[in-house]
T-cell receptor, first 121, second 111 residues
Framework: GAVVSQHPSRVICKSGTSVKIECRSLDFQATTMFWYRQFPKQSLMLMATSNEGSKATYEQGVEKDKFLINHASLTLSTLTVTSAHPEDSSFYIC?????????????????FGQGTRLTVV | KQEVTQIPAALSVPEGENLVLNCSFT??????LQWFRQDPGKGLTSLLL?????REQTSGRLNASLDKSSGRSTLYIAASQPGDSATYLCAVESSGDKLTFGTGTRLAVRP
């Protein structure tokens, strides 16, 4: 399957600082990228969807000014957690998919990065 | 709103057993359903993707079935091995290019 690389895998930051997480599709062009958050022993919750060259679409309850998403190219999306607080500590996972056939998203698999464990102290 | 449920939440079996993981979803209007594996502290590995027009997919010891009308999918693992121990997640794509994930089944295969 296709490879999605997420960096860093772990990060510890001080409260009030910002952290940037990168998500790269290594061997395909990702027309759409997704950012998820996962709490311990819970499932993935979609935070936002981004299409290359356009603004991200955030899910209800997700603060767009706090979680800045940039999808500047077909192989790179970044999530910046601004003014991080301890409650932002979580496991963040990105996903990418290429162009589908017919309706966007149909018939294409979603490939996931390795995840980033963020700890805010 | 699509909701995805997985049963059981946790499962422990001895090595060699065949087992079935269940996934149900409330809205049958889906594009596809995917099964993933997640190891502790890691990302997701895609196992099988079933399009809405398909009834099953097979990969090695894994077989996934889909009954869209009843809102159910099963993942069958044959001859389980300790290396199969992980959390298994199912996810459905129903609209807007988004995946809705189930709560997962934590599988432990005892040597």
């Amino acid at each position: 399957g296709a490879v999605v690389s997420q960096h860093p895998s772990r990060v510890i930051c001080k409260s009030g600082t910002s952290v940037k997480i990168e998500c790269r599709s290594l061997d395909f062009q990702a027309t759409t990228m997704f950012w998820y958050r996962q709490f311990p022993k819970q499932s993935l919750m979609l935070m936002a969807t981004s299409n290359e060259g356009s603004k991200a679409t955030y899910e209800q309850g997700v603060e767009k000014d706090k979680f800045l998403i940039n999808h500047a190219s077909l192989t790179l999306s970044t999530l910046t957690v601004t003014s991080a607080h301890p409650e932002d500590s979580s496991f963040y996972i990105c996903s990418a998919r290429g162009a589908g056939q017919g309706v966007i998203g149909q018939n294409t698999e979603a490939f996931f990065g390795q995840g980033t464990r963020l700890t805010v102290v | 709103k699509q909701e995805v449920t997985q049963i059981p939440a946790a499962l422990s079996v001895p090595e060699g057993e065949n087992l079935v993981l269940n996934c149900s979803f409330t809205d049958s209007a889906i594009y596809n359903l995917q099964w993933f594996r997640q190891d502790p502290g890691k990302g997701l590995t895609s196992l099988l993707l079933i399009q809405s027009s398909q009834r099953e997919q097979t990969s090695g010891r894994l077989n996934a079935s889909l009954d869209k009308s009843s809102g159910r999918s099963t993942l069958y693992i044959a001859a389980s091995q300790p290396g199969d121990s992980a959390t298994y997640l199912c996810a459905v794509e129903s609209s807007g290019d988004k995946l809705t994930f189930g709560t997962g089944t934590r599988l432990a295969v005892r040597p």
